[in-house]
């Protein structure tokens, strides 16, 4: 998940081709907040106040509580090596964070991120929100997994389309309202999913968000992901890998292609 091929650039085709028949928002951004540049963002929520936050890439993979507005670091903990950390979601008194390749996922307390389990799932593990009643989980493939939040066993699936083709590599993903956001890596878009059909209903479209490309560490990989929002003050965050800011972003209105 972290290079770009020639197979996983061949499966963006089709989500590029149906990006101009749906809804498209475009954003303005709210406000800017410091965010840790060596940060390789895999998984961000936000919770009573503080952002959650996954980092990626072996051995420097971890889960941390992030102080919004100054971006400082308050508590982490290290994915056990050499696991290549992804996507996080509170469940009650739990952090639930998967991994990329290994088959693995760990079990965190949420007041102190000590680890306190582990727990097992064939394929790949790329992201992880909750619906409040389920857990949801990407894997890159089109196909959502509905896991059970006590077992963590899969008891469902949504199979995302757009425009009636599969839509791949759908990578962070946050519930809002009711709809289910999802990065799809390798772009500048977050795809707005009904969670019953699995249909895209519209685009977010981020161009121009975040840094310049070129002054990025790597910049075919330092890129959009991670959604974040606050239910309670309706707010959406985004940012990108080893990018220096979050951003809080209004959707403006949709526009139809």
Not at 30 to 56: M, S
Not at 70 to 79: D, I, R
Request: hydrophobic share 40%.
């Amino acid at each position: 998940m972290n290079r770009i091929t020639l197979a996983l650039a061949g499966l963006l085709l089709p989500c590029l081709a149906t990006a101009a028949t749906l809804p498209v928002q475009g954003y303005t951004v709210v406000h800017a907040f410091p965010h840790d540049p060596a940060a390789y963002t895999e998984g961000l929520f936000y919770l009573d106040g503080f952002l959650y936050e996954a980092t990626g890439t072996v051995g420097a993979s971890s889960v941390r509580k992030v102080e919004l507005d100054s971006g400082k670091v308050l508590q982490q903990s290290a994915t056990p090596w050499p696991d290549y950390g992804e996507g996080i979601v509170a469940w009650k008194d739990r952090l639930i964070q998967l991994t990329w390749q290994d088959h693995e996922g760990f079990v965190y307390d949420l007041a102190t991120l000590t680890p306190r389990a582990k727990f097992a799932y064939p394929g790949e593990g790329w992201s992880l929100t909750t619906d409040g009643t389920h857990l949801l989980m990407s894997d890159g493939t089109p196909t959502i997994r509905v896991l059970d939040p006590d077992t963590l066993q899969q008891v469902g699936r949504i199979d995302v389309t757009a425009d009636g083709l599969p839509l791949a590599n759908l990578n962070e993903l946050e519930w809002v309202k009711g709809e289910l956001y999802a990065n799809v890596w390798l772009t500048d878009r977050i795809a707005r999913i009904d969670p019953a059909s699995g249909k895209v209903v519209g685009w977010i479209d981020l161009a121009g968000l975040g840094p310049a490309r070129d002054s990025l560490p790597d910049p075919d990989n330092d890129v959009l992901n991670g959604i974040a929002y606050d239910a309670a003050r309706d707010r959406l965050f985004v940012t990108g890998k080893r990018w220096p800011k979050v951003y809080e972003i209004r959707l403006r209105p949709a526009r139809s292609r």
